[in-house]
T-cell receptor, first 118, second 114 residues
Framework: NAGVMQNPRHLVRRRGQEARLRCSPM?????VYWYRQLPEEGLKFMVY????????ESGMPKERFSAEFPKEGPSILRIQQVVRGDSAAYFC????????????????FGPGTRLTVT | AQSVTQLDSHVSVSEGTPVLLRCNYS??????LFWYVQHPNKGLQLLLK??????LVKGINGFEAEFKKSETSFHLTKPSAHMSDAAEYFC????????????FGAGTRLFVKA
């Protein structure tokens, strides 16, 4: 069973360009989460998606950032008009449908995409 | 509201000696607690989780953690450090019922000296 896959692993963009980060969840997982990790910091939650649904986007910046998880294909995190401050590692995690344990399940993380904005 | 505090940003131990990484949390709800490890330039791997069953939780690679409600702590321990344990460790708190809210601590970097 392949783990969570993210691509590209490294992405370099110039200021003003668009960045598209992809995440393929583990087989059988229908929940996807995106996190951002700035240098020397912990992970900050960005968005939680199920297929074709955004469940919680309370951690997403209000502008330039968007996420989707279509019925077919990977989840995409899109950053428009990137700025230097967007340089970070972006991690995707997936989980199965939460069991009857109060809706909590561990998340399985991908290797991350390291975005560098020059 | 939820929060998690990792009390040490860096911990240095000698190989073969015990490891203690400290984590305190606060939560308005009954939480689930996790420890993840991140090796350099890698993703995060789950070490162990507490979900209101046994308060002493055993994880992979010889790590364990004890949930102490009275102290609101979930410290990670290992009896004997190995060089391969050198990594960043994150304590994570998550709501136990409904909705979604996962909070990561700032991380503790563990150094292991030969």
């Amino acid at each position: 069973n392949a783990g969570v896959m993210q691509n590209p692993r490294h992405l370099v963009r110039r200021r003003g360009q668009e960045a598209r980060l992809r995440c393929s969840p583990m087989k059988g997982h229908s929940h996807v989460y995106w996190y951002r990790q700035l240098p020397e910091e912990g992970l900050k939650f960005m968005v939680y998606l199920q297929k074709e649904n955004i469940i919680d986007e309370s951690g997403m910046p209000k502008e330039r950032f968007s996420a989707e998880f279509p019925k077919e294909g990977p989840s995409i995190l899109r950053i428009q008009q990137v700025v230097r401050g967007d340089s970070a590692a972006y991690f995707c995690a997936s989980s199965p449908i939460p069991r009857d344990t109060g809706g909590v399940d561990e998340q399985y993380f991908g290797p991350g995409t390291r975005l560098t904005v020059t | 509201a939820q929060s998690v505090t990792q009390l040490d940003s860096h911990v240095s131990v000698s190989e073969g000696t015990p490891v203690l990484l400290r984590c305190n949390y606060s939560s308005s709800y009954s939480p689930s607690l996790f420890w993840y490890v991140q090796h350099p330039n890698k993703g995060l791997q789950l070490l162990l989780k507490y979900t209101s069953a046994a308060t002493l939780v055993k994880g992979i690679n010889g790590f364990e953690a004890e949930f102490k409600k009275s102290e609101t702590s979930f410290h990670l321990t290992k009896p004997s450090a190995h060089m391969s344990d050198a990594a960043e460790y994150f304590c994570v708190v998550r709501r136990n019922t409904g909705g979604f809210k996962t909070i990561f601590g700032a991380g503790t970097r563990l150094f292991v000296k030969a």
